[in-house]
Structure formats: C-alpha cells, structure tokens
C-alpha cells in the first residue's frame, strides 16, 4: 500500500485544482520560550548555569539582574532566576553579586505578585556544604514576599551538603547546581 500511495503522488498533480504541498517540519517548542533568564555571578558558574538553561527552553540570551531596568521586569509575566552563594552563612546579600543590592534597592519598591518565578542556585556542596546555595533561598524569600509565585521546586536527593537555606518544606526552592563537583 505504501508503494502504490508514493506512486501516486504524481498522478494527484495533473488533477485539476490538487498541488503538492509538504507541510512544514513540525517545530519543538517549550512554554519557557519567551520566559527571560537572569543572573549574576563571581566566578562566572553562574553565567555558566544560565547558558544552559537559555539553550534548554530556547530563550535569547540571560543577562545579568544589574543590568536589567526595573521596567523590564515590571512588565514580565514570567521569569527565570539565579544566584551563587559566596557569602557563607549571611541572613542577606548571600550571593556577593548585584543581585544583592538589587534585592534590598529594587524589588523592594516593585510589584511582583502574581509573577512566576523559577530559580536556580549555584554553590558548592563539597568545600561549602553547611551553606549549598543559600543564596537561591535568599531569592525564595524575597520573591515570595513580594507576592511571586515560585515553581519547579526539586528533590534534595542525590546532593551531598550538610544545610541549605534553599530547603522550603524538604524541597530545593529550584535547580541547585554544583560546576565545580558534579
């Protein structure tokens, strides 16, 4: 049957009002096309991170949360976040990048609620295993206090740290990642 359907093709052209058309090649797509990345970073782990999940949903590019206008994300409906932790053990300004700064300046005086919001952290869990990623929970914190709502909260399986602040209800805030040791 297959034999005599391609055998036909030509045939179906010299009906009057038939043409040959190829459909178009089915395209992959992802909700997270349109959602923007952003960042900052210390040792570049950071960007690093935020590449591979730019080329995972298909966005542009990230950008660094410092050099981003409050405008911008004043108007998003969505976004895609993370920090690494340098400073181990802080309260506040976890990440030692402008996310810091940007957190107790900007969003403070914005209006977030209702937004969705997907964080990722990068830390340390062998040399920095009391403090993995506290700085993605920092952003948990902020966020939500803001009104955000957080998804794609991950399973704490499978890491080797001590503590996280990253931990809401058993569960990582994010994607925790670890450049230097997995």
């Given at each position: ?12 052209s ?14 992959s ?24 999940i ?44 402008s ?15 209702g ?68």
């Open positions: 049957m297959k034999f005599s359907c391609v055998a036909a093709l030509p045939l179906l010299m009906v009057d009002g038939f043409a040959f058309v190829p459909q178009k090649a089915a395209t797509s992802t909700a997270l096309d349109a959602t923007p990345v952003y960042y900052s970073t210390s040792t570049g782990n950071t960007e690093t991170v935020a590449g591979y730019v080329e995972a949903s298909g966005g542009d590019e990230a950008e660094d949360i410092g050099d981003v206008d409050d405008d911008t994300i004043a108007g998003l409906d969505s976004m895609i976040i993370g920090a690494p932790t340098w400073h181990t053990g802080a309260e506040e300004e976890r990440s030692g990048t996310w810091d700064e940007w957190l107790y300046s900007n969003l403070e005086n914005m209006d977030v609620s937004k969705k919001v997907a964080i990722f952290g990068v830390g340390d869990q062998a040399s920095y295993a009391d403090n993995f990623c506290d700085a993605a929970g920092e952003l948990y914190d902020c966020f939500t206090a803001k009104g955000a709502k957080v998804y794609g909260m991950t399973s704490t399986d499978g890491y080797d740290h001590e503590e996280s602040k990253a931990i809401v209800d058993g569960k990582f805030v994010g994607l925790m990642c670890d450049e230097d040791n997995q």
